[in-house]
């Protein structure tokens, strides 16, 4: 794949035009090594699922990015499922932009709390995930497949907004 490193991007949410690309992206970044699970079929049912966002960074038709996002509004909770840039648009800030996306989302519907499972290994992930203010909560042994550990992170949002006085001008 050739991306122009100038090539500007633009973010939306994922058509279900975009669900083999994505699953395809999700197979080759995410889940190598493991048994497929996010395949297009599944991708297309999270684009339909009301309470979970797909978003998606595009070097137009390309997408080059993609996250997605489950909310469980009752419990106030949210998932974050499977984030990936290719490897061309890396350390330009797609990943970041795409999870402050997702964050706003669930900031506007009261979620207060954010989690997520990654490899044990992936350290460049963690790294990322870090740097956005994720830490890590337990290691959770076989998670994959019962042949790999996941590591849980965990990250606040939102939280109670101070009642506003520019209410009564309504
Ligand atoms: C994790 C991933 C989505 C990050 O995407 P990205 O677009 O490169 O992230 P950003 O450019 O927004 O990075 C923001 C910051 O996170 C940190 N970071 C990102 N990638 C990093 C890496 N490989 N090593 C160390 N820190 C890293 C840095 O602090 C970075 O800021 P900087 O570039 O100014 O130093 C991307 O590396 C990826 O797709 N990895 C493979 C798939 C994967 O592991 N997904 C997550 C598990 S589901």
């Known amino acids: 794949m050739v991306v122009a490193t100038d090539q500007k991007l633009d973010f939306g949410p994922a058509r279900l035009s975009e669900a083999a690309r994505i699953a395809e992206m999700s197979r080759r970044w995410i889940e190598h ?15 339909r699922d009301s309470e979970t966002a797909v978003v998606v960074a595009r070097a137009a038709p390309l997408v080059v990015g993609f996250a997605v996002m489950e909310f469980h509004f009752g419990a106030r909770r949210a998932h974050l499922v ?5 490897p061309a648009c890396r350390r330009r800030g797609v990943g970041g932009a795409l999870f402050r996306w997702l964050e706003k989302v ?11 499972e990654l490899r044990a290994d992936n ?17 959770r042994a076989g998670y ?27």
């Open 33 to 47: 090594g493991l048994p497929w699970r996010y395949r297009p079929a599944s991708i297309a049912g999270q684009i």
């Open 82 to 86: 499977l984030m990936a840039v290719e």
């Open 106 to 116: 669930g900031r506007l519907g009261g979620i207060t709390q954010v989690r997520l």
């Open 123 to 139: 350290e460049e992930a963690r790294a990322f995930y870090e740097r956005l203010g994720f830490h890590a909560t337990e290691r």
């Open 144 to 170: 994959y497949d019962g042949r790999e550990d996941a590591i849980r992170m965990a990250l606040r949002i939102g939280g109670p907004r101070p009642a506003r006085a520019a209410c009564t001008r309504l």
